[in-house]
């Protein structure tokens, strides 16, 4: 096991540290035109999952904080910490396990969690063919496409597995060999029985009638640290107002998404997903907004910490545990929620 730890932690590091470099503009604190501070944002995938991050940028929020947000999609967490790791990146938005391997890894300048979007994984269960009565012991012997090993999707799947008396190393065969973004197009063409999907894939799936939802892993998990956003600690050290304005206007636009209808919040977000039809993306909202996904406020508690590491501890990914103290601060949030 110790070796499996480890070997995961070297490849996410690797990954990390070698991966090709984003061209990216607009870092540090220079003023742009109209007096706005640049900040460039590296998300790890571009979803409705993330509604109110969206909703802040459409409506203002960030301008109003004085702010000019670049949005670049790292595709996927090992890539988004590459790019804060390098310095391209003034904030990185991802599963904060990416925060923790760092950490672990006895990184001076590490990255610092400083507000939590999301308290449910984003994902859903798609199977060839509809299925009101799914169980998950339906898995067993099946084939499944999957996500990187040390990632929240994954190792949530997993876990949800566990808890449902699933070994997921011997009960069912996953696929982890598709990138991310791409097991759905995969799913169309190849012998597996059920595939992980975000959206706006798992609805795209549906529509197209290669695939069926038939589980929420957001609903079977239960509450989970998903997704947060971070900065190096050096970062956060030299510019605690442009994390604080950060916040305020993600706190604005987490606020809009939980006193807002589904279609309203599908409207004010479509211009980020302009390929997406706006009754799927309503669809999508309400769906993500019934099974409670996003918090009222972004404070990143240490009891959601602890639980994200017992999630990394059983999936074999935890080298050590890793004080809440030094990984997530809620100054920012705080203040902003008031």
Not at 38 to 67: C, D, R, W
Not at 120 to 146: C, E, M, Q
Not at 184 to 207: G, I, K, Q, R
Not at 269 to 297: A, C, G, H, M
């Amino acid at each position: 096991m110790k070796k499996s730890r480890t070997r995961a932690l070297a490849l996410f590091l690797t990954a990390a540290l070698t991966a090709p470099v984003l061209a990216l503009s607009g870092c540090g604190t220079k003023q742009a035109a109209g007096g706005l501070t640049p900040i460039t944002l590296n998300e790890v995938a571009h979803s409705i999952f993330y509604a109110p991050q969206y909703a802040a940028i459409e409506l203002g929020y960030f301008a109003e904080e004085g702010l000019d947000i670049t949005l670049v999609n790292g595709g996927g967490a090992d890539k988004v910490m590459t790019s804060l790791v390098s310095g391209d990146a003034d904030i990185g938005f991802m599963g904060s396990e990416a925060s923790i391997y760092t950490y672990a890894q006895g990184a001076a300048d590490y990255a610092v969690n400083f507000a939590q979007l999301t308290q449910r994984a984003g994902n859903f269960l798609v199977g060839r063919t509809p299925d009101d009565s799914f169980t998950w012991d339906k898995l067993k012997g099946t084939k499944v496409l999957g996500g990187r090993a040390g990632g929240m999707p994954q190792m949530v799947f997993e876990y949800i597995l566990k808890k449902n008396g699933i070994d997921p190393k011997t009960d069912l065969t996953i696929d982890q060999s598709i990138n991310f973004g791409l097991t759905a197009a995969a799913f169309t063409s190849d012998d597996s029985d059920y595939t992980v999907e975000f959206e706006p894939f798992a609805t795209s799936l549906e529509l197209e009638g290669q695939g069926y939802v038939v589980a929420s892993l957001g609903t079977d998990s239960g509450y989970v640290p998903y997704t947060a956003y971070c900065a190096k600690k050096s970062y956060l050290e030299e510019h605690p107002d442009v994390i604080q304005k950060f916040t305020n206007a993600i706190q604005k636009g987490m606020d809009y998404v939980n006193s807002h209808t589904s279609e309203e919040i599908a409207k004010t977000i479509q211009p980020q997903f302009t390929e997406t039809p706006l009754e799927n993306i309503t669809v999508i909202v309400d769906r993500y907004k019934s099974q409670d996904t996003w918090k009222e406020d972004l404070i990143f508690e240490k009891d959601s910490f602890e639980l994200l590491q017992n999630i990394l501890e059983e999936a074999g990914e935890l080298p050590e545990r890793v004080p809440y103290e030094d990984l997530v601060t809620t100054e920012f949030a705080k203040k902003a929620a008031k």
